[in-house]
């Protein structure tokens, strides 16, 4: 069965974690349901040079034969929306980057725009919610809200890569930090992450 998740993108640095997070869904073969801040499209133009939200560019594929027919984009506004209900049946949601202000309304239950709607109803139906938080350093708020959002249910993911992997680009960075999150959400991958697998292949 297809696997099928939300997304979602906002305003703290780190578009390039979002650009990768999608391109290894779609990869896997998961359905994606996409919906981004006013500061995550500003994010996105920034960070990506995009003008709005580029779905062929966020997806690293045309939309020639039906490539980007598992992506799909929604109004941030939109509240009645698709996935703004718990009937909608999903595997879990990610927001990647997740900034301060995302993360405080999480935490507090907010629910008026589409984005903090689908991640209270993510919340509410027990499914898998994390938040790639990606600001420092921390203000007690910022500790405080990871605390409340973390006892409702969200998994938080620091964007904080590991160096034991000797990186060589910044590409291997942001590998990293999405593999993790894919491990989170339990979708595979093959990206080299993993402590000592080399050397267990070794043995083997």
């Known amino acids: 069965m297809t696997k099928r998740f939300v997304v979602g993108i906002t305003g703290a640095s780190g578009a ?20 981004v801040s006013p500061l995550g499209q500003r994010l996105l133009h920034d960070e990506l040079a995009m003008e709005g939200v580029d779905l062929q560019t966020l997806a690293g594929r045309s939309a020639i034969d039906g490539q980007l027919d598992a992506l799909h ?4 506004r939109d ?4 996935i703004a209900s718990g009937s909608f049946q999903c595997d879990g949601m990610v927001i990647i980057p997740c900034s301060s202000n995302t993360l405080s309304a999480v935490a507090g239950g907010s629910g008026q725009n589409l984005l903090h709607r689908a991640a209270q109803v993510t919340l509410k139906e027990h499914r898998r919610l994390v938040l790639v938080h990606r600001e420092m350093p921390l203000s007690l708020v910022d500790i405080r809200n990871m605390k409340l959002a973390t006892e409702a249910g969200a998994v938080i993911a620091p964007a904080n890569p590991g160096f034991y992997m000797l990186p060589q680009s910044i590409d291997e960075l942001v590998d990293f930090v999405v593999a993790r999150v894919l491990d989170l959400i339990g979708v595979d991958h093959h990206l080299n992450v993993r402590w000592g697998e080399k050397e267990m292949e070794k043995i083997k």
């Open 16 to 35: 390039a974690y979002a650009q990768r997070c999608i391109q290894l869904l779609l990869d896997a073969g998961a359905e994606i349901h996409l919906v």
């Open 73 to 76: 984009f929604y109004n941030y």
């Open 79 to 82: 509240v009645g929306a698709l």
